[in-house]
C-alpha cells in the first residue's frame, strides 16, 4: 500500500519560511496535494497538483517535487498561519491517502 | 457560492447506523465526485470513499466494504453516506468534499463535518 510520511511538527518564527515534508514509499511519488486545517474547522485545500495554488491562497505558500518527495513551503510565516498540514495523494493501489499531519507552531 | 451543507452532529449508540447528508450549491452536483473523508478526535484524515451522483456509480475504501453505503439525491442535489454496525471508534468528524473542477484527486471544496459520537 502507499503510504506517505510527514515529520510531527515544525516551528516557525514569524516572517521566516516554513518547509514541510512529504515522502512517498514508492519512486516518484503521484501528483501531491496539500491541506490546511486549523483547529475545529475543516481541512482547506492550500496546493493541487504539487504546486499550484486554488485562488484566495495567498502565494507565500507554494509546492514542489523532486522524486519520492514532495515539499510545501510557507514563506513570510504569520501567526494564522498555525495548522494542521496534510499532503494527500491518489494511487491506483491504495486509493486516496492522506499523510499524517504536520502541525506548524509559530513561535 | 461553492458549498457543501451538512447535516448536525448525532450521538448513537454501539450496533446502530448513522446517515449523514451534504447538499451542494454553486456547482453541478450531478456531474461531481462527491467524497467522504472522516476524523478521529486527534487523529489525521481518513478516505471513506465516493459517489458520483449522475451514474450512481461509487467506490468505497477497503476498510469500509460492506458497512458503509453512499447515496444521493441529484433533484435535491444532496448526497448520504451511511455507516452500519457502529463501534466506538467510528466516533469522528465526517466531511464531504469534492473538487468542483471535475477532477477526481483533490478536494477543493469541504463540508462543515458534523460529528458523530458512538457511545452507550
Known amino acids: 500500500s502507499y503510504v506517505l510520511t510527514q515529520p510531527p511538527s515544525v516551528s516557525v518564527a514569524p516572517g521566516k519560511t516554513a518547509t514541510i515534508t512529504c515522502g512517498g514509499n514508492?519512486?516518484?511519488?503521484?501528483?501531491v496535494h496539500w491541506y490546511q486545517q486549523k483547529t475545529g474547522q475543516a481541512p482547506v485545500l492550500v496546493v493541487y497538483d504539487d504546486a499550484d495554488r486554488p485562488s484566495g491562497i495567498p502565494e507565500r505558500f507554494s509546492g514542489s517535487k523532486s522524486g519520492n518527495t514532495a515539499t510545501l513551503t510557507i514563506s513570510g510565516v504569520e501567526a494564522g498561519d498555525e495548522a494542521d498540514y496534510y499532503c494527500q495523494v491518489w494511487d491506483s493501489t491504495s486509493d486516496y491517502v492522506f499523510g499524517p499531519g504536520t502541525k506548524v507552531a509559530v513561535l | 457560492q461553492v458549498q457543501l451543507v451538512q447535516s448536525g452532529a448525532e450521538v448513537k449508540e454501539p450496533g446502530a447506523s448513522v446517515k449523514v447528508s451534504c447538499k451542494a450549491s454553486?456547482?453541478?452536483?450531478?456531474?461531481?465526485?462527491l467524497h467522504w473523508v472522516r476524523q478521529a478526535p486527534g487523529q489525521g484524515l481518513e478516505w471513506m470513499g465516493w459517489?458520483?451522483?449522475?451514474?450512481?456509480?461509487?467506490e468505497y475504501g477497503q476498510k469500509f466494504q460492506g458497512r458503509v453505503t453512499m447515496s444521493s439525491d441529484t433533484s435535491i442535489s444532496t448526497a448520504y453516506m451511511e455507516l452500519n454496525t457502529l463501534r466506538s471508534d467510528d466516533t469522528a468528524v465526517y466531511y464531504c468534499a469534492v473538487r468542483v473542477d471535475g477532477q477526481n484527486d483533490a478536494f477543493d471544496t469541504w463540508g462543515q463535518g458534523p460529528k458523530v459520537t458512538v457511545s452507550s
Open positions: 454553486g456547482f453541478t452536483f450531478s456531474g461531481q465526485y
Open positions: 514508492k519512486n516518484a511519488i503521484k501528483s
Open positions: 459517489i458520483r451522483p449522475n451514474t450512481g456509480d461509487k
